[in-house]
């Protein structure tokens, strides 16, 4: 069993930077691959970041490539993600996951924490 709980949402103006932090509990953290998702209202839960266990490989959506990055400190059992240049389009409630690498494909796992909203205003 995996505790996930994210934090560090809020309301930003557009441009601006927040830094989402998952501390997660339970099971070996530096076992998992981990990764970001978020959702919109009244749309998909989309990926965003994934990070492997080693910090060897990232990757990230289209949509906030060279403006995110997700790092993790397996020692404190946390991962990050440092959004910068944000957009309004950026809206929405980030989770983490648990989860691995297939091939090039994060493929999530069983355990996600509860959110956490991010509001990027114009």
């Known amino acids: 069993q995996v505790q996930l709980v994210e934090s560090g949402g809020g309301l930003v103006q557009a441009g601006g930077s927040l830094r989402l932090s998952c501390a997660a509990s339970g099971r070996t953290f530096s076992s998992y691959a981990m990764g970001w998702f978020r959702q919109a209202p009244a749309k998909e839960r989309e990926f965003v970041a994934a990070i492997s266990w080693s910090r060897l490989r990232s990757y990230y959506a289209d949509s906030v490539k060279g403006r995110f990055t997700v790092s993790r400190d397996n020692a404190k059992n946390t991962v990050y993600l440092q959004m910068n240049s944000l957009k309004p389009e950026d809206t929405a409630v980030y989770y983490c996951?648990?989860?691995?690498?297939?091939?090039?494909?994060?493929?999530?796992?069983?355990?996600w924490g509860q959110g956490t909203q991010v509001t990027v205003s114009s």
């Open positions: 996951n648990t989860g691995l690498f297939r091939n090039s494909d994060y493929v999530p796992g069983d355990y």
